[in-house]
């Protein structure tokens, strides 16, 4: 079993949908945790960096983080074609808590159409 | 501010060969760190550099090394080259050494392909 876990997808939503992509965790010295966007050919770009529990909001974009559940969370509001992309969970324990290291998700591919 | 540059961006090498890989993280940032992403297993670490130290290495065999130089500039190498070496290798960077209290930001990665 993966230490992190993130359904693949492909999920496809008509614009203006609300996203909800979400990853599971089985570390619990998780307690840094990142969202990124990844297009193709490109590297991966941070949308969303939280520490431990709560909710976070940027924009169209609020991260949650329930570490009680080890369960975390990417909210996408009205969905644009050009959020079309690979999103990554991604979560580290700290120099403190195993490393400094990222684990990463496999990814969750978005495609939003017109 | 310019953001993670990595060279080349696109590589093809024959099993056996050797390869360098350079990484510029962006300017102030002090902490290099590698990763490989192949479609198999996602993005999976390799290894940490701050100030010219190696600080963490992931579970890649010895093939794999790196270094930092005093500029913060980084290259990675792998030796004897495998065909199941093909992937994306992506170098981040992060302001500082300050363990978890900024997170990193990525380069597009140098596309390596094994022949």
């Known amino acids: 079993q993966k230490e992190v876990e993130q359904d693949p997808g492909p999920l496809s939503v008509p614009e203006g949908a609300i996203v909800s992509l979400n990853c599971t965790y089985s570390n619990s010295a998780f307690q840094y945790f990142m969202w990124y966007r990844q297009y193709s050919r490109k590297g991966p770009e941070l949308l969303m960096y939280t520490y431990s529990s709560g909710n976070k909001e940027d924009g169209r974009f609020t991260a949650q983080v329930d570490k009680s559940s080890k369960y975390i969370s990417l909210f996408i509001r009205d969905s644009q074609p050009s959020d079309s992309a690979t999103y990554l969970c991604a979560m580290s324990g700290g120099w403190k808590g195993g490393g400094n290291k990222l684990t990463f998700g496999t990814g969750t591919q978005l495609k939003v159409e017109l | ?115």
């Not at chain 2, 099993?15 to 350079?22: A, E």
């Not at chain 2, 010219?52 to 030796?79: A, H, I, L, W």
């Open chain 2, 1 to 115: 501010k310019a953001g993670v540059t990595q060279t080349p961006r696109y590589l093809i090498k024959t099993r056996g060969q050797q390869v360098t890989l350079s990484c510029s993280p962006i300017s102030g940032h002090r902490s290099v760190s590698w990763y490989q992403q192949t479609p198999g297993q996602g993005l999976q670490f390799l290894f940490e550099y701050f100030s010219e130290t190696q600080r963490n290495k992931g579970n890649f065999p010895g093939r794999f090394s790196g270094r930092q130089f005093s500029n913060s500039r980084s290259e990675m190498n792998v030796s004897t080259l495998e065909l199941g070496d093909s992937a994306l290798y992506l170098c981040a960077s992060r302001p500082t050494g300050l363990e978890g209290t900024s997170p990193l930001h990525f380069g597009n990665g140098t596309r390596l392909t094994v022949t």
